[in-house]
């Protein structure tokens, strides 16, 4: 083995380098449709503190639609899935609307059987050019 490989733990376990490139990035515009938040990583423990805050903020300042675009998301863990179940119970005690409109087959195979699957709202075109980005790094 060369100094520049690195040997995956026994069981499929993350190498130290895995674990260091915990980022996840946010893309956030407003259409006809309502305000739409497209996520780009591995949420989980590591990286749900920092991306709880900026969702939290994103539901509290608006009234539209929240959209999540979770296409290339990855959920990692518990942690990461309960994110997106408590920004549905925060949206709707805020009076607003959850939906994703895009998610990987895992993802929404997830929410269906945790009884989620009104949250799969309709598949919508998420290619509008960026507006706002921010990357969250795991803390």
Same mark, same amino acid.
């Given at each position: 083995? #060369? %100094? ?36 780009? #990583?591995?949420?989980?423990? *590591? ?11 994103? +539901? ?9 675009? %979770? ?8 942690? #990461?899935? #309960? =994110? ?8 709707? *005690? ?21 009884? =989620? ?6 598949? %919508? ?10 990357? +969250?790094?795991?803390?």
């Amino acid at each position: 083995m #060369g %100094l520049m490989e690195q040997r995956k733990p026994k069981g499929g376990g993350e190498t130290v380098a895995d674990r260091e490139s915990s980022v996840v990035t946010i893309t956030e515009y407003q259409d006809e449709h309502g305000w739409h938040v497209a996520l780009r #990583g591995r949420v989980d423990v *590591r990286t749900a503190a920092d991306l709880r805050l900026a969702l939290h903020r994103l +539901i509290a300042a608006g009234s539209t639609p929240l959209l999540l675009d %979770l296409a290339e998301v990855h959920v990692g863990d518990a942690t #990461g899935f #309960g =994110l997106i179940v408590e920004c549905q119970r925060r949206a709707r *005690r805020a009076g607003r609307q959850v939906h994703v409109v895009a998610a990987d087959a895992r993802t929404q195979r997830l929410l269906r059987r945790a009884r =989620l699957g009104s949250l799969l709202g309709p598949s %919508l075109d998420c290619s509008v050019p960026e507006r706002h980005t921010m990357a +969250i790094a795991a803390s």
